[in-house]
């Protein structure tokens, strides 16, 4: 829902509730490495607004959600596919990723 390609605007209600729930370590939540796959799906779609939301979704949980995010972000295979994707990227979003990385 956060990162709908409907939203005129983000959904901070909806991304607070995702960093909410991250944060909780509850074993039957979401894990960080399973949310952080979740957003690098939406960080790689083709639609630039899902992208941008995709984006503003990891930035909120690196802010937000701890080392357990923060370690799973750090991982060789993410950073490759974030940089590889700035390589590739032709519209607004990529001086975002770029200030990101």
């Not at 709908?4 to 909410?20: H, K, R, V, Y």
């Not at 509850?26 to 984006?55: P, R």
Request: aromatic share 6%.
């Amino acid at each position: 829902q956060s990162t709908s390609s409907g939203n005129l605007e983000p959904d901070w209600a909806s991304i607070m509730t995702l960093c909410d729930l991250l944060k909780r370590r509850d074993k039957n939540m979401v894990s960080a490495k399973g949310a952080v796959a979740l957003i690098k799906q939406k960080i790689l779609d083709k639609n630039e607004t899902v992208s941008l939301y995709g984006l503003l979704v990891l930035e909120a949980c690196m802010k937000n959600c701890g080392s357990r995010i923060h370690q799973e972000v750090c991982e060789r295979h993410f950073l490759n596919d974030l940089r590889d994707l700035s390589r590739v990227c032709h519209f607004a979003g990529c001086c975002d990723l770029w200030v990101f990385i």
